[in-house]
């Protein structure tokens, strides 16, 4: 992966990371009736951040190699 790919999923971390951290807050400073929209905000945030950090990228090792090309070996 490059830095460029990187870089932008720093980014792409780093603001659900401040998104989710504000939600948190308006919940908690809001009345319970009007902080609905805030707390599915704040779920949603959470949820790509746990998304992200699953998500299994291949290495180089493993895209190098295809199984046709280990069966001809």
Sequence with gaps: ????????RTIRRCTAILVATLAAVGVSLQSPGEASYLLILAIIAVV???AEFIRVTPTAENTDRSPSTEDER
Excluded at 1 to 8: N, P, V, Y
């Design 1 to 8: 992966m490059d830095d460029t790919a990187l870089l932008c």
């Design 48 to 50: 790509y951040l746990v």
